[in-house]
Structure formats: structure tokens, C-alpha cells
């Protein structure tokens, strides 16, 4: 078992809560021994436990647009999670929605991996660059087929796919307008269309 030993470097940005990284166990650990505060919520994010950003109202209510829509396009094999976490490699993040295969008790003891998710979705507003850099990267390197930040600053919905390259990346980038149709896919197969506007508080 790891000891947890924290060093001086002092991570950038102002949402770092501990200052050297955690594996997933040892954040699993963490949690398990009640660590951190109920009244607070955290994720972790390639080693580095942060501190989740407070919502908003328009960000809420986004979320619950969001589940709506896309949850109308699922297929049985698919559901949907709200803010709920996934394991990847060096991370715990709790994408805003996450369309995982289902059935819903398939996660009765482990949270979604990579190869269990169809498309994440982020509503960002104070948070759009982390959104972008940090957790883009982060799920292109897990290879997440599809990524869509609901930009709620500009109105639109980015959405990334194919992710590839030896620095992790999206090789697509398409930003849908207010009054544009975004697709999801899974698995190769297109499932329907959302209007974006129909996502946006």
C-alpha cells in the first residue's frame, strides 16, 4: 500500500486541493476512509484532486435539457449518468452526463470505463477551459469516442470526436449554433439528432 505523502509542489490553477499525485486507488482509498468532507465534492484529474466547481442555475438547468434530450435517442444498450463518476487510467472526473452501456446495475460496483462510454458531455461556463484543455485531453487519452461541451459563454454546443495523437487530442472539432443540429452517435451509429437550442437554458 502506497503511503500518502504530500510534497511542496504546488500545483497551477487555484482548484488543487492536495500537492502530489494520487493514483485511482489511493483516491478510492480516500474516499472509503472518509477523507474528504460530504459537504464538499471532488475528482480526481490525472492525479490531482480538485475541487468541483459550484453550480449555477443556468448550469443546472442545462444538465436536466441535456438529460432529456439525449435520453429520448437511447436504445436499450445505453443509458444515461448524471454527474456521476468514471475510471479511466489516472482519473475519477464526473463528466455532467456520461451515456454509458447499460443495464444500470452493470455499475453496481465499479463506475464506467472507457470502453463501457458512448459520449460525455460537459456544461461549462467558468469552467470552459478546463473543459476544453484539461478534460479534453483526459478523455481523448482514455480514447472517448465523442465529447460535447455545452459552451453556455457562447451558446453552442463543441462537439470532439476521433480522438488520437501522441499528445492526446480530438482530431474533430465541430461547434453547432443555437439553431443547428447536433448527432449522437455510439458505436458508429447515429441515434438522432438535437437541436442545440433545445440544450441551452
Known amino acids: 500500500m502506497t503511503t500518502l505523502q504530500s510534497n511542496r509542489v504546488r500545483l497551477p490553477g487555484t ?3 492536495f500537492l502530489r499525485p494520487f493514483s485511482v486507488d489511493e483516491y478510492h482509498r480516500m474516499i472509503e476512509t472518509g477523507v474528504f468532507d460530504r459537504d464538499n465534492r471532488f475528482e480526481l484529474l490525472d492525479g ?8 449555477n442555475p443556468p448550469h443546472d438547468l442545462t444538465v436536466s435539457l441535456a438529460l432529456k434530450q439525449v435520453g429520448q435517442l437511447l436504445t436499450d444498450d445505453w443509458i444515461c449518468r448524471v454527474q456521476s463518476a468514471v475510471t479511466l487510467a489516472t482519473s475519477e472526473p464526473e463528466p455532467d452526463l456520461a451515456v454509458v452501456r447499460g443495464p444500470e446495475r452493470r455499475y453496481a460496483r465499479s463506475h464506467p470505463k472507457p470502453g463501457d462510454i458512448g459520449c460525455l458531455i460537459e456544461v461549462a461556463e467558468s469552467s ?3 473543459d476544453r ?3 479534453g485531453a483526459l478523455y481523448a487519452h482514455a480514447g472517448i469516442p465523442h465529447y460535447w461541451i455545452v459552451n453556455l459563454i457562447d451558446q453552442v454546443v463543441e462537439a470532439f470526436a476521433d480522438p488520437s495523437g501522441p499528445q492526446p487530442a480530438y482530431r474533430t472539432k465541430m461547434v453547432h449554433g443555437p439553431n443547428d443540429l447536433v448527432a449522437l452517435t455510439l458505436d458508429g451509429q447515429t441515434l438522432g439528432t438535437i437541436r442545440v437550442a433545445d440544450l441551452l437554458p
Open 15 to 17: 482548484r488543487s486541493l
Open 48 to 55: 490531482w484532486i480538485v475541487a468541483q466547481m459550484p453550480h
Open 128 to 130: 470552459l477551459d478546463d
Open 133 to 135: 484543455e484539461q478534460k
